[in-house]
């Protein structure tokens, strides 16, 4: 090709600033996309990463409560949009009434569902817990002392 090129051009100076500028713009492509994949390693080694800022214990109950009840509005829209199929839906259910009274815009828990809820992870599971903790650490404590501690397991060997 670049044959054809010098010998196309009337002036051999010409022909020849020609045929060097197209060999230097093709072999200078890759020193230069090297030097530039480069420059951003190295920009992205000196610049200081900062860590995600976590979110504290109450920012992340209102979080849920607001991607919870956002999502489920879309559900409402959803299933009251005409791309819906209603009895489809309403024969995969265990209980029609209740998914009818959501859509119509009633909470989509039961006060027992709350409740129950409520003594497994509010803030008295947490007590529970807390106590449950406590007792089986002194009964560890205690049956430590009671049995000769096992050092070899002669079972694999």
């Known amino acids: 090709g ?3 090129m010098y010998s196309s051009i009337q002036i051999p100076h010409i022909a020849l600033a020609t045929v060097l500028i197209a060999l230097c713009t093709k072999n200078l492509e890759y ?11 190295m920009c992205k080694a000196t610049g200081k990463t900062v860590p995600p800022r976590l979110l504290t214990e109450e920012e992340y109950r209102i979080q849920g409560e607001v991607e919870t ?3 489920l509005e879309e559900l409402r829209e959803y299933c009251n949009s ?8 309403v024969s995969r259910i265990q209980s029609p009434k209740r998914f009818a009274d959501f859509v119509e815009g009633s909470f ?6 709350v409740s129950v809820h409520e003594q497994e992870y509010g803030l008295g599971s947490l007590i529970a817990q807390d106590e449950i903790y406590e ?12 049995y000769p501690t096992v050092t070899q397991n002669n079972f694999l060997t």
Do not use: M, V
């Open 2 to 4: 670049l044959c054809f």
């Open 31 to 41: 020193p230069i996309q090297w030097l530039y994949i480069t420059y951003r390693k």
């Open 108 to 113: 989509h828990l039961t006060p027992n569902e």
């Open 82 to 89: 005409p791309g819906c199929s209603p009895w489809k839906t």
């Open 69 to 71: 009840s956002k999502a």
């Open 135 to 146: 007792e089986t650490s002194s009964e560890e404590e205690d049956s430590d002392s009671q």
